[in-house]
């Protein structure tokens, strides 16, 4: 089983600190090989059954809680085919309802955010209220009966966590909490609330949702595809460890602070890839030659001594949170990596009706420090973020619009590969032990489809 060295060097951790974040690897769920064929990608039949099985079942992130802060303010958001609006009711409450008048059908709100105290649908004016509720319609006495009273928006279920609305289709799912175990658990060590969407990208691409979430559900392309990464993390399987969750949630833990055997020591460009960040915390790089094995403890060290001074509050984070990169998926969509002074969450979406097209997120996320608003903030990896305002939504196609240094290197396979997968000659994949996690999510996607699950 792979992740013997992480638990090794786990050793070293502060254990008044690990009740906090339990890195322990668990018991794998049973993963059976996966022939993952190429008609999953292509497929209407298969994209219509995934609709009908996972999309209208599983709880997804509608959007943030502070889009959401005053009475009538509203989102929309886009899933699959179809449309939902969250807003913030007079009574303080976030409703979800689809998108859709109930008159004759018209899409109700085309904005993509607002504040309003009702909403009027664009085709005949029908007024509908926040809470749903149909308020007003033209002459009104022409129908043989009003439908004022009688008609309202459909709801969709709502729950709040970190920060995020999250809704659910299904409106007999289990509740959210349920679904997210055991990751809210652990993503509640890190102040998610708190953070500020510094990058919101949403681009289209010509490849199926799950080219991308393979991706992000594997670290086997690191050496190929982010060939500078291996300079200041361990990229190698043996050090990474991978958890597997009842769910389909599944967590990677990758040891950072120092290099990949993978970079044979050289230590120019060993030191040139954590540069900014030691020296942004402090520490000289120069030190470090001749004992590059250091580096990891002390930029720990560094981080919880200068924290407080900084602004920041790394008391609830165990060490391992301050240097590595733990990077979560949440069934079916959602990929992000979380580090302590920010994160990034990539979100691959369905198209409304093609099966080789997504509309795929990329979120970043800052925690800036407290009484500081000046300085600039890593957000993550190479990411760094000066502006403490939300950032606008910026939407094109893939290439148009920058998605950020690492996920261009990501994306620069998604086409390439969707095109492969669509060729009669492609025979199915062969997966290699560390991509398990993608055996895995596809087994549950298969078990929401045969109905023995959601
Ligand atoms: S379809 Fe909305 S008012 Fe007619
Ligand atoms: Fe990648």
Same mark, same amino acid.
């Given at each position: ?32 090989p ?43 958001h886009?899933i ?44 005949h ?11 007003k ?6 129908f ?6 009688r ?9 709040t966590w ?41 681009v ?6 799950k080219?991308?979430?393979?991706n ?90 200068l ?13 391992? #949170?301050? *240097? $590595?990169?733990?990077?979560? !998926?949440?069934?079916?969509?959602? &990929?992000? %990596?979380?580090?302590?002074? =920010? ?34 903030? #890593?957000? *993550? $990896?190479?990411?760094?973020? !000066?502006?403490?305002?939300?950032? &606008?939504? %910026?939407?094109?196609?893939? =290439? ?16 390439s ?30 078990e ?7």
């Amino acid at each position: 089983m792979p992740g013997p060295m992480y638990a090794a060097r786990m050793a070293s951790t502060d254990p008044r600190l690990i009740p906090l974040l339990d890195t322990s690897k668990r018991p794998e769920p049973k993963v059976l090989p996966h022939p993952l064929g190429g008609e999953r990608y292509t497929s209407r039949d298969f994209m219509e059954r995934e609709w009908e099985r996972v999309w209208t079942r599983v709880w997804q992130i509608g959007c943030l809680e502070s889009e959401l802060t005053e009475t009538g303010d509203f989102v929309t958001h886009e899933i699959g085919r179809e449309s939902l609006i969250f807003a913030r009711h007079t009574n303080g409450e976030i409703r979800g309802f689809y998108n859709v008048c109930q008159h004759r059908g018209n899409r109700l709100v085309p904005e993509e955010r607002g504040r309003s105290g009702a909403f009027v649908c664009p085709y005949h004016g029908w007024v509908w209220q926040t809470d749903g509720e149909l308020r007003k319609v033209q002459d009104e006495e022409d129908f043989p009966e009003s439908p004022c009273g009688r008609l309202s928006l459909t709801p969709v279920r709502v729950e709040t966590w970190a920060g995020f609305v999250w809704f659910n289709l299904d409106p007999d799912a289990g509740p959210l909490m349920e679904f997210l175990d055991p990751v809210a658990r652990q993503m509640d060590t890190y102040r998610m609330q708190d953070m500020v969407r510094t990058g919101y990208t949403t681009v289209e691409v010509d490849c199926n949702w799950k080219v991308i979430q393979d991706n992000f559900s594997e670290s086997y392309h690191i050496p190929t595809v982010h060939p500078g990464l291996k300079y200041f993390l361990d990229d190698t399987y043996q050090s990474t460890q991978f958890d597997l969750y009842e769910r389909g949630h599944t967590r990677m833990i990758m040891v950072g602070g120092g290099p990949s055997e993978r970079a044979h020591g050289n230590e120019e460009l060993i030191l040139r890839g954590l540069r900014e960040e030691l020296e942004g915390w402090g520490l000289d790089p120069e030190s470090f030659r001749g004992r590059l094995g250091d580096m990891r403890a002390e930029l720990q060290r560094q981080k919880r001594k200068l924290s407080g001074e900084r602004g920041y509050d790394f008391s609830h984070y165990v060490d391992e #949170q301050l *240097t $590595d990169h733990l990077h979560y !998926t949440v069934f079916p969509n959602l &990929a992000f %990596s979380m580090k302590p002074e =920010g994160c990034i969450f990539l979100r691959p979406n369905p198209h409304p009706t093609d099966p080789e097209k997504c509309l795929f997120d990329c979120w970043y996320f800052t925690l800036f420090p407290e009484g500081d608003d000046t300085s600039r903030v #890593q957000q *993550t $990896d190479g990411v760094w973020s !000066t502006s403490r305002e939300p950032a &606008a939504h %910026s939407k094109g196609l893939l =290439g148009e619009v920058p998605l950020g240094a690492g996920i261009s290197e990501d994306a620069s396979v998604f086409i390439s590969q969707q095109q492969g997968l669509r060729s009669r000659a492609f025979g199915g994949a062969t997966l290699a032990g560390q991509e398990r996690r993608i055996a895995y999510y596809h087994q549950v996607i298969d078990e929401y489809l045969d109905g023995s699950r959601g």
